[in-house]
């Protein structure tokens, strides 16, 4: 079965600070790996994804992860926060069939002056 | 740019009533989803189409049912809504064609209350 764990519910950063979020997957096919990010009261807008190929993936708004087979792990990161990074967003897992994905519980990222 | 809109943002119902919540895409995808957020929780699957008037469980399908006539429209119906059942609702659709294969896109939501 594939899954998802993003550590940190709650991500607290700096402006032009760097940000990390964390995600871990389980996946028992080679997977397809997505960042999403929902700001309030809309809908997720896909930020980045793996899915064969280079393993560091560039996405809008300079965000980047990068997947790393070895420790399970695709990381979101960003050089230098900004106020309109302050979103919840979410790693998600392809899963089976179907075009399903598995998501994570969330992480908010709150970006301070 | 594809586009999946929702029937209503914000919809208050009373416990018992029977509910619909429509979603519609305009890019021609094959696969259409129903997800719940509840937070802590993260998006549950209720219900996923891949075709016309073809449907599949998710992880969460109990007090909900779907319908899909046509391919651009896909419908969660909750039979008999209860307190519990207090939650944004979001769709999403993807393609089935290799390039964007799993990439899904979402509608802005449904907040619905439950009283």
């Known amino acids: 079965a594939q899954s998802v764990t993003q550590l940190g519910s709650h991500v607290s950063v700096s402006e032009g600070a760097l940000v990390l979020l964390r995600c871990n997957y389980s996946s028992s096919v080679p997977p397809y790996l997505f960042w999403y990010v929902q700001y309030p009261n809309q809908g997720l807008q896909l930020l980045l994804k793996y899915t064969t190929g280079a393993t560091l993936v560039k996405g809008i708004n300079g965000f980047e992860a990068e997947f790393k087979k070895s420790e399970t792990s695709f990381h979101l990161t960003k050089p230098s926060a900004h106020m309109s990074d302050a979103a919840e967003y979410f790693c998600?897992?392809?899963?089976?069939?179907?075009?399903?994905?598995?998501f994570g519980t969330g992480t908010q990222l709150k970006v301070e002056l | 740019d594809v586009k999946v809109t929702q029937s209503s943002r914000y919809l208050v119902k009373r416990t018992g009533e029977k509910v619909f919540l429509e979603c519609v895409q305009d890019?021609?995808?094959?696969?259409m989803f129903w997800y719940r957020q509840d937070p802590g929780l993260g998006l549950r699957l209720i219900y996923f189409?891949?075709?016309?008037?073809?449907?599949e469980k998710g992880d969460i399908p109990e007090g909900y049912s779907v319908s899909r006539e046509k391919k651009e429209r896909f419908s969660l119906i909750l039979e008999s809504a209860s307190t519990n059942q207090t939650s944004m609702y979001l769709c999403?659709?993807?393609?089935?064609?290799?390039?964007?294969?799993?990439?899904?896109?979402f509608g802005p939501g449904t907040r619905l209350t439950v009283t």
């Open positions: 189409s891949y075709d016309v008037k073809m449907k």
């Open positions: 998600a897992v392809r899963t089976g069939g179907g075009n399903k994905l598995t």
């Open positions: 890019m021609d995808h094959e696969n």
């Open positions: 999403a659709s993807s393609s089935t064609g290799t390039r964007s294969a799993y990439e899904q896109y």
